[in-house]
């Protein structure tokens, strides 16, 4: 019913940038917490940076002045900005919606893979 995907992921050299999206059907975003984990292999996965309804952010300090959510409510689309890219960037980047209200409620898209080398 609630579907979250991602795209926009790929191979980037160091420096480079990626926007990625993460399209919502079957909720409204506006309603979420919205947010970007990633997964390198190897690694738990981590919080990239989220974002409430109200516009409260939080960045990994590993992104923090490189990377930037950002909504578009009439598209309920949700995005990741990512620049200056370093190799260790590279994993699998998921998009995250967590309810406010009943905050156990948390769904997950596919996961796009973002390379970043040379």
């Known amino acids: 019913q609630v579907q979250l995907v991602e795209s926009g992921g790929g191979l980037v050299q160091p420096g480079g940038t990626l926007r990625l999206s993460c399209a919502a059907s079957?909720?409204?975003?506006?309603?979420?917490?919205m947010g970007w984990y990633r997964q390198a292999p190897g690694k738990q996965r981590e919080l990239v940076t989220d974002?409430?309804?109200?516009?409260?952010?939080n960045y990994a300090d590993s992104v923090k002045g490189r990377f930037a959510i950002s909504v578009d409510n009439a598209k309920n689309t949700v995005y990741l900005q990512m620049n200056s890219l370093k190799p260790e960037d590279t994993a699998v980047y998921y998009c995250?919606?967590?309810?406010?209200?009943?905050?156990?409620?948390?769904?997950w898209g596919q996961g796009t893979q973002v390379t970043v080398s040379s």
């Open positions: 079957g909720m409204i975003i506006n309603t979420y917490t």
């Open positions: 995250n919606a967590r309810h406010r209200a009943f905050t156990s409620i948390n769904y």
């Open positions: 974002r409430t309804s109200g516009g409260s952010t």
